[in-house]
């Protein structure tokens, strides 16, 4: 039987398990007796429903490093970490998703998983919250009216849609577009983490105020989440990892509420320029 574990006990294990990944070391075994062993080698849903019931909505300003309460679904080895290359280990985190039936998602009304597109070694990633009608007709992440727009946006920086990696929190369209619930986005979140690890991009722009707060864990208004940089590390990054030290995430409008209030459109391009500053990105000349 499972049972809760001492908060610091826990909190000592995820500091060693973190210190072993930081030597290198990603394999554990499981022994059969004692709570520190049972935990560790506990499924992660299970860990995840004890994860759920220490959770409380964290206002701080920044979020640098792991989540505490994902550190032991986090460090789980993963299929992708022996592949060749970002190509490769994408195609392992899709199979790995399969035809996931995790949360309750999978069976209010989603013709397909929407996984992301783009390229696999972007410098720069966009995250929406989830799919719409559109995504979930065609299993691509913004491809309807919104999508349009992103993509201007994208033009307007001096890139295409296929220099980017676009993706989302949850996978599987919401019931009538509505915005993904807590438990859904937690469920599939690890999955994005995975990806943007893989990717390893220099910056992340989160669309819309589903997807920062779910990327930083801030509980916070858009117009505190936008302006600025956060350092970004995904839960489950290998922190020794010397090609990549994170991401700078930037958090803008989603293009569908720029959709809805035009005249935002000026507040986002301002976003979009602190990124492209970042990036050394210059707007396309006019007659291009
Ligand atoms: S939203 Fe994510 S976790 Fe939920 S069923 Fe779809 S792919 Fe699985």
Redesign the pocket.
Known sequence: MNQALDPDLRRALADRIRYYNELGIYEFYRRASSNVESVAADSPATVEIEQKQEMSPRKSAVVLKPAEENIFQALTPKPEYGAADPIAALKLIRED?GD???????QQG?KQ?VFGVGNPRADLMFVGE?PGADEDMQGEPFVGRAGQLLNNMIKAMGLRREDVYIANV???RPPGNRT?ERD?CE??SP?LMRQITVIKPKVIVALGAVAAKNLLAINAPMSELRGRFYDFMPAGARSSDPSWQGAKLAVTYHPAFLLRDPRQKGEAWKDLQMVMKYLGLKPPQKSE
């Open positions: 998703l996931c039936t995790r949360c309750k998602l999978h989603r998983i989830g949850v996978k599987c993904p859904e469920t599939c999955f």
